[in-house]
């Protein structure tokens, strides 16, 4: 088998990623609905591409994997290795999960990071609601994480939150602001904490997704503040999103500094960039994309290595769209006893759940995903339904 083609779409706001072949079988790979820019990135891989067999993954992906980089640029690479996965489980007909060592769990943990409305304001009354209404959907997630500081509103809507640089309307995503927390902004995070657990108790677990954009004193002062209310994890307080460095020195002596459970990773590209992360402790829990990581077969590697130093595991993922739920699941089947829960996520418009074929009515019951059990990563899109939103650049996209 070779590849014949490589094409790549924005189907909406995300570029979906097709590898076809000459024997008629494809894979399928979709990029995160925040980074519809990358098609040239994704497409100027085609020559290296094209007359490899793709079964062979990671022959293939030894030409392409250096030319990745950090958040958002390993993106590319990342959905490439999807679609070869997936063409790998269909010319063997299996799912993706037993070419990676087979299944541990026959259904996969999920936690809520995009099931959200938008929510009435940033006070501690706003956040209570918030998450009162999360826990009344069918989801029944055992665990949700909500943004504060830097990564949500307050930053602006909260008057003198901080003492930094504000960036306003920066004009995309992933721009970051970072500065010394005031008094004031300190603790009105504290009191949307307090708020939130009030509704949660111990029924529903609280994770928060902090950053990047702290300074270390205030992170470790902030940890500390918090322990008593029993958080999953703080998460990217000092670099993460779309920061192009680690830094795990400073993370480490976050995280040896407090009972409370630092994680990062979201943003890190390749297994090199968790080395020093991992085996220095510097963090309790990680959190690789992958979609930004280099693919499923470069998260289940980082998942084993952080197994062996006692990091716990949780996939980002809240952005990657039903494609990139079908990779989660094949991959997190696969993990060891390490792994908490991947982020779910749902369609970024509605009415992507009638263009996507193989997913079961209710995906996620009482905080868990059954796993897929068709060929390949299990999911495929109707191309006819899809034909609509796809620019007259792309007619052909969906051609054998």
Known sequence: MKITDLRCAVIGKHPI????????LYGLGEVEYTKSYLKPFVLHFREALIGEDPTDVERVMLKIRQRGSFKPYGAAVSAIEHALWDIA??????????????????????????????????????YAADVRWMMEQPQNFFMIKQGISFHSNMKDSIEDFHYGVTQKKAGYHGAMDQGVISERGFNHMLDCVIAMKEVLGDKVSLALDCGPGWMLPDAIKFARAVEKYNLMW?????????VPWVNPQAYRELTTSTSTPIHTGEQ??????????IET?????????????????????VAEHAYMHSILMAPHGTANGLLG???????CATLPANYIAFEYPSASDPWWEDLVIGLPSQIVKDSMVDLLEAPGLGLDIDAEAAGKYLGEEDAGFFDR
């Open 234 to 242: 703080l998460e990217d307080m000092l670099t993460g999103d779309y």
């Open 89 to 126: 489980g269909k010319a063997a007909g299996v799912p993706a999960y037993k070419l990676l060592g087979g299944k541990v769990r026959d259904k996969v943990r999920v936690y809520n990071g995009s099931i959200r409305r938008k929510r009435s304001g940033d006070r501690p009354e706003d």
């Open 17 to 24: 990623v097709r590898v076809v072949t000459d024997e008629g």
């Open 325 to 331: 739920l079908g990779a989660l699941i094949n991959v």
């Open 281 to 301: 402790q510097a963090v309790r829990v990680i959190g690789p994309d992958p979609a930004d990581i280099g693919g499923i077969a470069e998260l289940k590697w």
């Open 268 to 277: 890190i590209y390749l297994r090199h960039n968790f080395k020093e992360l």
